[in-house]
């Protein structure tokens, strides 16, 4: 199994940028699809949580910056991130889970991407 993200890289406040995520070795309509993310020194926490029938779960701090949204026909899940501002500079990080949302609870995790937001 391979989660590829992809798109990461540095903005400045107020930018956007559009991360994606590619799929490979798992049926990927069957699976619900995350997006996390962890910043220096802290722990990983939800961004956006997408689920095999398209209902979305969003962290409450985004306040609807981000977008996320997923096509089955090519494997992949977005993030659409903007107004982005400094706090979000993290390395954000494509999940996949067969079960229903478990907080961090994933069966497999992508390497990341950094996202970096210039003040």
């Known amino acids: 199994v391979q989660l590829q993200a992809s798109g990461g890289g540095l903005v400045q406040t107020g930018g956007s940028l559009r991360l994606s995520c590619a799929a490979s070795?798992?049926?990927?309509?069957?699976?619900?699809m995350g997006w996390y993310r962890q910043a220096p020194g802290k722990q990983r926490d939800l961004v956006a949580f997408?689920?095999?029938?398209?209902?979305?779960t969003y962290a409450d701090y985004l306040k609807g910056r981000f977008t996320v949204s997923r096509d089955n026909a090519k494997n992949m899940v977005n993030l659409q991130m903007n107004s982005l501002k400094p706090e979000d500079t993290a390395v954000y990080y494509c999940?996949?889970?067969?079960?229903?949302?478990?907080?961090?609870?994933?069966?497999?995790w992508g390497k990341g991407t950094q996202v970096t937001v210039s003040s």
């Open positions: 997408m689920s095999r029938s398209g209902s979305i």
């Open positions: 070795g798992i049926t990927f309509s069957m699976y619900n």
């Open positions: 999940a996949a889970r067969r079960g229903d949302y478990g907080g961090m609870a994933m069966d497999y």
